[in-house]
């Protein structure tokens, strides 16, 4: 449980974290509960598509540290336990949406 009071943000915001956690609905209920009605969830995470690792990777040793979502089972976790899912951008789609995001400089 996070020491913070139910529905206290209106943005959370993880970035290369689910692939740590091994248990992924409590992480969803857990910024499901600290949200605040209409708050946003934003991520930027790393998901697999079910073929093994080759260790070591940045983020564990072996397979004991590293528990990598494929995109469908991080969805669906999401989806049934944590905020609802309302833009979900993969690819070229999300390289796309950071670029056209990021300032030009003059």
Same mark, same amino acid.
């Given at each position: 449980?996070?020491?913070? !009071? *139910? *529905?206290?943000?209106? &943005?959370?915001?993880?970035?290369?974290?689910?692939?740590?956690?091994?248990?992924? +609905?409590?992480?969803?209920?857990?910024?499901?509960?600290?949200?605040? %009605?209409?708050?946003?969830? *934003?991520?930027?995470?790393?998901?697999?598509? $079910? +073929?093994? &690792?080759?260790?070591?990777? %940045?983020?564990?040793? $072996?397979?004991?540290?590293?528990?990598?979502? !494929?995109?469908?089972?991080?969805?669906?976790?999401?989806?049934?336990? $944590?905020?609802?899912?309302?833009?979900?951008?993969? $690819?070229?789609?999300? +390289?796309?949406?950071?670029?056209?995001?990021?300032? !030009?400089?003059?």
């Amino acid at each position: 449980m996070l020491p913070f !009071t *139910a *529905a206290s943000f209106d &943005l959370a915001w993880t970035q290369a974290v689910w692939q740590s956690v091994e248990n992924k +609905r409590v992480l969803a209920l857990e910024i499901r509960l600290l949200l605040a %009605p209409g708050g946003r969830l *934003a991520m930027f995470e790393t998901v697999g598509d $079910g +073929r093994e &690792l080759h260790f070591p990777v %940045p983020w564990g040793d $072996g397979p004991a540290d590293s528990f990598v979502p !494929t995109e469908a089972d991080l969805r669906t976790t999401l989806e049934d336990s $944590g905020p609802r899912v309302g833009k979900w951008l993969t $690819g070229e789609e999300a +390289r796309g949406a950071l670029a056209s995001s990021v300032p !030009t400089q003059n």
